[in-house]
T-cell receptor, first 114, second 114 residues
Framework: AQSVTQLDSQVPVFEEAPVELRCNYS??????LFWYVQYPNQGLQLLLK??????LVKGINGFEAEFNKSQTSFHLRKPSVHISDTAEYFC????????????FGKGTTLSVSS | DTGVSQDPRHKITKRGQNVTFRCDPI?????LYWYRQTLGQGPEFLTY????????KSRLLSDRFSAERPKGSFSTLEIQRTEQGDSAMYLC????????????FGQGTRLTVV
């Protein structure tokens, strides 16, 4: 079975500062990894995903993430955050095996202040 | 197609009553997921359909919960004899089959059991 651990439940940062949201996963088979964002009172929206190939993936709104197989990590980064990035961020994992569900971490609340 | 839709958006029910939620996925998507999300937590996987077949069920899905997807289109999630602990946001998502495809989420149904 797969699992996801988001290492920080809350990350407060100032506007224009860089940010990293950490995600570790566990799986005995090859994985696909995702980051979703949930703005207040809205549904989940895909930020980016890693399927294969380049370990650095770029997503929407200037976010990027790096897949590190040896560390079993998929950390999300943004070089300069905006107030509008304040939201809940979820890391998720699935596999290419038939019938595998998408499993989420508990989430990281990113709070950007001026 | 306007995306994944869920109905109702909000439901308040008395303890012990039965409730049923509906999810209409994106029309060409053959995978459909149900998740439960409580405050401050990530979406917890409940169950998953590929077309009309229910392929996986979480341990969280007690015998009071049942989900169906007749004809592989819309899905319903029924909770019988609701308990206060069932209060949560119930999320539906759909995707195409194949590893790594993006899951698109609905806005959710917020259930409050009083």
């Amino acid at each position: 079975a797969q699992s996801v651990t988001q290492l920080d439940s809350q990350v407060p940062v100032f506007e224009e500062a860089p940010v990293e949201l950490r995600c570790n996963y566990s799986s005995s088979v090859s994985v696909y990894l995702f980051w979703y964002v949930q703005y207040p009172n809205q549904g989940l929206q895909l930020l980016l995903k890693y399927l294969s190939g380049s370990t650095l993936v770029k997503g929407i709104n200037g976010f990027e993430a790096e897949f590190n197989k040896s560390q079993t990590s998929f950390h999300l980064r943004k070089p300069s955050v905006h107030i509008s990035d304040t939201a809940e961020y979820f890391c998720a994992v699935t596999t290419n095996q038939a019938g595998t569900a998408l499993i989420f971490g508990k989430g990281t609340t990113l709070s950007v202040s001026s | 197609d306007t995306g994944v839709s869920q109905d109702p958006r909000h439901k308040i029910t008395k303890r012990g009553q039965n409730v049923t939620f509906r999810c209409d996925p994106i029309s060409e998507h053959n995978r459909l997921y149900w998740y439960r999300q409580t405050l401050g937590q990530g979406p917890e996987f409940l169950t998953y359909f590929q077309n009309e077949a229910q392929l996986e069920k979480s341990r969280l899905l007690s015998d009071r919960f049942s989900a169906e997807r007749p004809k592989g289109s819309f899905s319903t999630l029924e909770i019988q004899r609701t308990e206060q602990g069932d209060s949560a946001m119930y999320l539906c998502a759909s995707s195409l089959s194949g590893g790594g495809t993006e899951a698109f989420f609905g806005q959710g149904t917020r259930l409050t059991v009083v």
